[in-house]
């Protein structure tokens, strides 16, 4: 069977009135929660995941998707409207596109973002579609020592490219190791920093990790450190409708941004930060207005949000083929895989084909169902933003604390829950930055598990670390991303002091 | 020698770090291996990762001293106060640990309602009343959405056989 029938059997296991049914249950709360302030795609999909525990596979996939295409969008209308970006993808949308709201254009703004999201995400979902299967092909060809050289590029580029300070991004992504590790070790028995507790054996489990870090380290974070907040919402006039001249505007943008927030999303390069500035920038250099932007420019929200949604259906390539999440929505993602039992990996198309061709088919399905619904619901969500602050942290939190007991009825996952939140406001009160500490913990035990393969098929010989070619080529991308950061510093220290 | 301003909160963090690595370290030396004989030791990423993690803390020590401080993250909506409000941050806290010790004895609907409310008071809400009563039924429909149409079981607590 081809990529194209393989497609065609995904779509019809996925249409069924039940399916769809929580596709639409799934796109309504996705947006609910994407977009109150504040919520990332990553958190809105870590505290909806108890809502899927019991649902069947299929069904669960596809109101996971329309989850995720509704976090995603709920969050751009958050940023148009009240300037609180949830995630680095949308401090541009923020940007630009608050500045439009403020100048009376919130509808044209949120109709490109949401188009722009659409148009974006299904073209980005079919080449996933047809590069995916191939890149899965030649994965299975990569040994236990690319993956671990793989791996550790990830956490380099993670943790050295994200927020200001190297050694603090280090020093997340070791603390998410530590994490890790906490446990029973597979392969001797050995119970690592459990520290005599039975629950603790089993390891600490990823999802409440998550939701705590984000969700409780918030709270937390803002009870103790800000005061006398209010929020500007912007009201909306008109409906969410572009005009003929906003339409000749976006739709170059929407395609650039595309292309250019795909291929660095299959790439590690840090999330989705880089590619939504870099649409930013070219649409400036591009357009025949330069002196609109920073003022409300559409294509400085079209560009952006295209990038974004393009660059998330990017990453999903080395998730679904490799195994490998390169951001924390992917990282989510992968553990809510491994909740329905799937492992994500080069022989998931063979073993798991045809769920993953539902998933594909889901996400087409689930970007659909976002546009049809939400141009026309924008105002029930401009609602939302009304919700009181304090009933909007209680609801976060509790809702934060039921998914960590529910997920294995066990009051130790909400032990951790807390001691994780408390990091969390340690983490943003001192700077660190929380996505390497995510990948750390989902990776660490990966990374051990392939390094323990490829030293048993070498005899314990450690030279077959970087013996394949493909290893080599990593590690070279791995200095450079360590040492690119210190030598751009050096040099501007440099030409500071020769002027 | 004199630190920079705010500094020695931050120089707390740094050795707190530190500390964890030790007990990390310390953990896999008392730790005994098994009998068999393995080609990668279970207990060489502990030993990595711990060393890692004490050596990156005495750098970010280093750094700290020499000026170079963390930025707190911003949040967009507001300013942010001087010195921490260690009293909401201890409500906060307290709610959470309602949660935790009321769960399995009280019920889900007593402490996650306990735990609203205890947000909503440090969030500054003023009034108590409507908290607690709108709290409480978000509760119990939480409970009854998940009990009832996604099979989640949530422990009853004291209202076993009520609802």
Redesign the interface.
Known sequence: MNNFESLIQGFVSALTFTNLAFGLLGTFLGTLVGVL??IGPALAIALLL??T???SPSSALIMFAAIYYGAMYGGSTTSIL????GESGSVIT?LEGNKMARRGQAGAALATAAIGSFIAGTIATTILAFTAPSIADLAIKVGAADYVALMLVAFTTVSSLLG??Q??G??SL??G??LG?VGA?L???????T?GNQAAVEGIETVPVIVSIFA?GE?????????????NIIPMKGRALMSRQDWKRSWKPWIRGTFLGFPLGVIPAGGSEVPTFLSYSVEKKLSKHPEEFGKGAIEGVAGPEAANNANAAGALVPLLALGLPTSATAAVILVAFQTYQIQPGPTLFLTNGALIWTLIASLFIGNTLLLILNLPLVRVWVQLLKV????L???I???A??GA??LN?S?FD??V??AI??LG??F?????PITPLILGLIL?PNL?LQ??RA??IS??DYSTLWATPLSKALYFVLILALFTPVVTRVLRKVRQRTH | MKLPAGAKSELIFASSLFALGLIVFVDTVREKLPAFNLTVSPKLFPYLISSILMTLSVLLAIQIVRGNQAIPEGVEEGEPIEKSDFKTFSIVLASLFAFLLLIERAGFIIAASITFFGITVAFDNKRHLRAAVFGTLFIVIIYLSFTRFLNVPLPAGIFKGIL
């Open positions: 302030p504040g108890p809502i525990y019991t649902v009240l300037n609180t970006p923020a200001s300070s050694i603090r280090f020093i070791t603390i190791l530590v590790l070790d392969q001797s028995g050995l119970s690592r920093l520290f409780l709270a937390l974070y803002i009870a103790a450190r800000f005061k006398e907040l209010g929020w009181p602050r304090p009933y942290f209680a609801g939190v509790t809702f604390m039921l007991y529910a009825a009051t909400v032990q829950a807390i939140g408390i406001f340690l943003r009160r001192f700077g660190m660490g051990e390094f323990r030293l048993q005899g314990g």
